[in-house]
């Protein structure tokens, strides 16, 4: 009877290590990726980010920096201008002979441009002896004298616009012109205002806008490729611009 309780004891103890040997093992986190036939993983690999990438084109986008929006009056064409037919076109008041006579007042201030003698010549025919001659008065005359040109080049341009043989070119060319010829005494009519309130500044500015536009009639012929009827006048109005520009810009402080 006393035997019976270590059997007992024994076969509760043999039962517990019975179960726990059996029991399953918890499958390793870290082995979870599944083995191929072959015995190598069989994760797939991800792609290489950089073959993924489409290659990029030889050729490279324009710079931007290098790019320059053709002028709307720019001409590609380099071949020799057709002959002009008949003479040019000239102001009625420059033909005149200058006077060799000139005060030497003037001529010391006109020596200060980069065309002392045309500067003499166009001012001189409208100076008289009640006018002072010093820089102020020198360049507001120029300024008048290159208005009353401008308004003979503006008549100029609409008889030749107007003639019935025209060709195409020429009243295109023309038409250009035209249009910038009339606002050039208006920006001349500024800067003598600018003048008058001794605002040289001002004055040079205006006068800049006044030769800009001779600078595109320039170009507008430039591009329908002709000889000017008026290219005489043309010239001359365009020196006077630059001779008006040069005497005010004289008068700015330094």
């Known amino acids: 009877m006393e035997i019976k309780p270590f ?8 039962f517990l290590h019975t179960s726990s040997s059996i029991r399953p093992e918890a499958p390793d986190a870290g082995s979870s990726t599944p ?4 015995g190598s993983s069989s994760t797939p690999e991800s792609p290489d980010a950089s073959s993924s990438t ?19 009056y720019a001409s590609n064409d380099k071949s020799p201008l057709p002959p002009a037919e008949g003479p040019s076109a000239t102001f009625s008041f420059t033909s005149n002979p200058a006077d060799n006579n000139s005060p030497p007042e003037l001529e010391k201030i006109c020596q200060t441009t980069k065309l002392p003698i045309e500067c003499v010549k166009y001012v001189s025919l409208f100076l008289n002896d009640s006018v002072k001659i010093e820089p102020l008065t ?18 100029t341009a609409t008889r030749f616009m107007d003639e019935p043989g025209a060709s195409d070119s020429l009243k295109e060319a023309m038409s250009t012109c035209l249009d910038n010829y009339q606002t050039i005494p208006d ?13 040289p500044n001002e004055a040079s500015f205006k006068l800049s806008s006044s030769l800009t536009s001779m600078d595109t009639c320039f170009d507008g012929i430039t591009q329908m490729h002709i000889t000017s009827p008026m290219r005489d006048m043309e010239a001359e109005l365009d ?16």
């Open 138 to 155: 020198v360049a507001m005359t120029a300024i008048r004298v290159s208005t009353e040109m401008t308004r003979q080049a503006i008549d």
């Open 7 to 14: 059997i007992l004891l024994i076969s509760i103890f043999y």
């Open 239 to 254: 020196r006077l611009l630059r001779i008006n520009l040069q005497l005010v810009s004289n008068m700015l402080p330094s």
């Open 35 to 38: 083995e191929s036939p072959d």
């Open 187 to 199: 920006d001349n009519d500024l800067a003598l205002q600018a003048l008058d309130k001794r605002n």
């Open 54 to 72: 489409p290659a990029a084109p030889d050729d490279e986008a324009p710079d931007a920096d290098d790019y320059s929006p053709e002028s709307p």
